[in-house]
């Protein structure tokens, strides 16, 4: 039993504990049919194939050395295939994008995202804050134009405890909930850590002893997508039937 997850970038009611601690685990086993012929063959076969991203991005190995090639496959097995144009100008954006997580982490100076203080994430402490270097990656997108959901995806695959994992579908949800100061919607997703910290704390343990090391912030975006997309029961149902075949 896990506790109760007070996300109002989610919706209204809390989330429970068990139904969220399952929803993780239909994602990262969750299985749908999928039949697959080859070109060469008249006939094809059904395949069980991942239901959603962990495996094609949660479970893949972290590069060595700098941002590179490997972390802009790593993001398009979240957020699909880029146009070859886009890979080129992300490729050509990496560098700079390097110097950024660079500082983000120094500013860190070793602590978790949930671990920094809120001035961290106030226009009123900037310059130098890691929610205005945070920022900075999102504008240095705008002006290379490259997708900047596979850059942070990049960033967040590197820094999982650290960068949060921020695309169209659940930036949109946190919006409503900045509040005046805020440096970015990173900010709400700080806010929503520290007050459930007890709770994302117990989720996070429970997720690990299942064996999958997925960090509170990853948990947080997970949670946030699945109930904005719809995909919550879903998910959570594919968790409870795979606990029950592992049982």
Known sequence: MTAPLHLPSAGPAPIPGDAALAAVLGYARGRRPLYYRAPNARTGRWAQVPAFGYERFDARPVPDGPLGEADILTAEGLHGRL???????MAAALPAVQTLADDVVDRAAGR????????????????????ALLRQVADLCAERE??????????HARHPALVPLLHDTTRWPLLPHVR???SGVEAVIHRELLHAADAFAALED?????GFALTR?????????????????HAAADGATTAHRAD
């Open 83 to 89: 146009r070859r144009d886009a890979w080129t100008a």
């Open 146 to 155: 490259v997708s900047r959901q596979h850059v942070v995806a990049a960033l």
């Open 217 to 233: 912030l990853r948990l947080h975006d997970l949670l946030l997508w699945l109930s904005t997309t719809l995909r919550f029961a």
């Open 206 to 210: 429970a997720v690990r002893a299942e």
């Open 180 to 182: 005046e100061g805020d």
């Open 112 to 131: 978790a995202f949930w671990e920094l203080p809120e001035d961290e994430f106030s226009v009123l402490a900037e310059p130098g804050t890691v929610g």
